[in-house]
């Protein structure tokens, strides 16, 4: 059973679209992330839900909006895409982000190119 | 914004020798370390967590902490050439209830 999935894996696409990225946890957690990764490989949070409630929202361009239907559920939206938004993006989950962080929980991964 | 510092690499040990992996962190309120590793083209998985100052020792892993230096250091004990990753470190930010990860380290063994 996959605990944290992401589609699609891959997304190529042109400079100016909309594109979407999917992620659900089947773990339970009350808490979901999402980073983005680039090419030198630093992972770099963008936004923090707990219990659908967005708790940390990082200095990312409001081109990236997520949206958290229920707990299970982390869904990012990038609008007017550009090439500096190329990179993986990775979704994840802890049980509780409270006053001790717990474990995070990576899901596969988008491989996002803008062309 | 708080910071989280690893050497980048590539560290290079041959098989069976121990592999040291160090990491410094400015936020002083820091409670919670983790160290992830992270092979080419997947996802961070978690190796060790820490808390307390002293070693925990997990199987050939060894996580050290000194909260005194604002250090953590992970030891890899009999390193395999399946040891062969990128390790993240990662450090809670208490102002916000967030992890920050380092840039991580390349290690490579040798057979």
């Known amino acids: 059973d996959t605990a944290v999935s992401q589609t699609p894996k891959y997304l190529v696409t042109q400079m100016g679209n909309d594109k979407s990225i999917k992620c659900e946890q089947n773990l339970g957690h009350d808490t979901m992330y999402w980073y983005k990764q680039d090419s030198k490989k630093f992972l770099k949070i963008m936004f923090s839900?707990?219990?659908?409630?967005?708790?940390i929202n990082e200095t990312v361009p409001n081109r990236f909006s997520p949206k958290s239907p229920d707990k299970a559920h982390l869904n990012l939206h990038i609008n007017s895409l550009e090439l500096g938004d190329s990179a993986v993006y990775f979704c994840a989950s802890s049980q509780d982000g409270g006053r001790r962080t717990d474990t995070q929980y990576f899901g596969p991964g988008t491989r996002l190119t803008v062309l | 914004q708080k910071e989280v510092e690893q050497n980048s690499g590539p560290l290079s040990v041959p098989e069976g020798a121990i592999a040291s992996l160090n990491c410094t962190y400015s936020d002083r309120g820091s409670q919670s370390f983790f160290w992830y590793r992270q092979y080419s083209g997947k996802s961070p998985e978690l190796i060790m967590s820490?808390?307390?100052?002293g070693d925990k020792e997990d199987g050939r892993f060894t996580a050290q902490l000194n909260k005194a230096s604002q250090y953590v250091s992970l030891l890899i004990r009999d390193s395999q050439p399946s040891d062969s990753a990128t390790y993240l470190c990662a450090v809670e930010e208490t102002s916000y209830d967030k992890v920050i990860f380092g840039p991580g380290t390349s290690l490579s063994v040798i057979p």
């Open positions: 820490i808390y307390s100052n």
């Open positions: 839900y707990n219990n659908k409630e967005l708790i």
